[in-house]
C-alpha cells in the first residue's frame, strides 16, 4: 500500500508537472506574440511619425520646391499612409487584443483618409481656378488627422500597454503617436497661408511663362463654333473632345477640363502638354442630354498663369 500510494503520488507530481510545463509554454507563446503585436505596431507607428514629419515640415518650409514638386511629395506621402494603414488592416489580434486592434484599424482608417482628400485637393489649392474651395477642404481634413490622434493616444495606446502588463510585458509599450504636431494646422487660414507660400498667390515660385488656351471643341465629331448654334445625334452617347494648346514656355502636367451641360459637370485630364503642343481630352457626358442645351467647357488654369480669358467658352447644341 505504501509503494502504491508513493507511486500514486509520484504520477500526480508529474502530472502536475507536464500541466505546469504545457501551460508554461502555451503563456509564453501568448506572450511572444503580444510582443510581436506590440513591436510590428511600434514598427508602423515610427513610419507614421516620419510621414508626419515630411509632410508638416514641407507645409512650413518647401524650400526651392516646385508647385509640381510639392504635389509629387504629397502623394508620396499618400501612398505611404495607404501602406501604413494596410498593415495594419493585416495585424493579427493576438489575446485580448481584439478591441485594441479595432481601433488601431480606425486610427489608420481616418489617417489614410484624410491624406487621400489632402493629395487630391493639393493641385487645385496651388492653383487658382478653385483654390480657395480646396484649400478650405484640406483644413478640413487636418480635424481627421487630429481625432486620429485622440483615439491612438486615449484608447489604442492606454489599451494595447494595459494588456501588455496585465501578461507580465514591461518592455514592449506603445510609442506616442501624434500625426498633427500643431493644433495651428485646424485653422483653414494657417493652412492657406502655408499653400500660398508654394503657390505664391498663382505665381511665385513658377519660373517661366506659363498658359494655357481653348483652341477647339467638337461634339461626336461636329466642331463647335461660339454664336452658332450646332446640331448632333445622341443616340449612341455624346462626347465631348477639347483640344488645349500650351502657350507658355514650360511642360504642363496634369491640365483639367471640365464640361457642364444640363446642369452636369464631367471632368477630363491631359496628363502632359509640351511647350507649343496641342492635346485633346475626351468627355463622355453622362447621363446623355437631350434637346438644346448650353455647353460649358473650362480649362482650368496651371500655377503661375495669368491670362486665363482664353480658357472657356459655351457653345449653344441641340442633341437629337
Known sequence: MLRRGLALGGGLVLLILIVLGVKGCLDARANRELSDYARNVTQIVEETEQTSKDF??????????????????????????????????????PGDMKSAQSNLELVYELRARAMDEIDAKMSTALGDAGAEKAMAGIAKQMQKLFASDVVYETVVRPEVDGILADNGISDSDLPESTFLPNEKWLDESTVADALGAISGGGSANVSGVHGLGLI???????????????????EEGVEVEVTVQNQGESTENGVSVSVTAGGETLKGEIDEIGAGEEATASILLTPTPSGEVTLEVEVEPVAGEQVTENNEAAYTLSIE
Open 216 to 234: 477647339g471643341v467638337s461634339v461626336n465629331g461636329t466642331e463647335l463654333v461660339e454664336g452658332v448654334p450646332a446640331t448632333v445625334a445622341g
Open 56 to 93: 508638416f515640415s514641407k507645409l512650413e518650409d518647401p524650400g526651392n520646391l516646385s508647385v509640381t514638386d510639392f504635389v509629387g511629395e504629397v502623394n508620396a506621402d499618400r501612398s505611404a499612409m495607404d501602406t501604413y494603414a494596410s498593415r495594419v488592416d493585416g495585424l493579427g489580434a
